[in-house]
């Protein structure tokens, strides 16, 4: 079983900064994919950065140039570093991992950009 953690949410201004952790219980070579996703209320979950174990990266069209996603292999740890926010950033965010076919998430960690 994998367990994803995550770590970092908060409340921020607009304009402002913060990153996520995902730290997993697991090699994270072990996961074929690691991304972000979120789910703002009433909404269906999105995708936010999905990173491969290429080291190739992917993001929705909506935090290009504002978000970065990346991995540290040695800490077995995801990140999201989010600038720029927006108060439509706002939601809870998952981390995600893909083993073959089966998907692991986290507990999320709530996200809120207002001023």
């Known amino acids: 079983q994998v367990r994803l953690v995550e770590s970092g949410g908060g409340l921020v201004q607009p304009g402002g900064s913060l990153r996520l952790s995902c730290a997993a219980s697991v090699r994270v070579f072990a996961l074929d994919v690691m991304g972000w996703y979120r789910q703002a209320p009433g909404k269906q979950r999105e995708l936010v950065a999905t990173f491969t174990n290429s080291g190739n990266t992917n993001y929705a069209d909506s935090v290009k140039g504002r978000f970065t996603i990346s991995r540290d292999n040695a800490k077995n740890t995801l990140y999201l570093q989010m600038n720029s926010l927006k108060p439509e950033d706002t939601a809870v965010y998952y981390c995600?991992?893909?083993?073959?076919?089966?998907?692991?998430w986290g507990q999320g960690t709530q996200v809120t950009v207002s001023s």
């Open positions: 995600n991992g893909v083993s073959r076919t089966v998907n692991f």
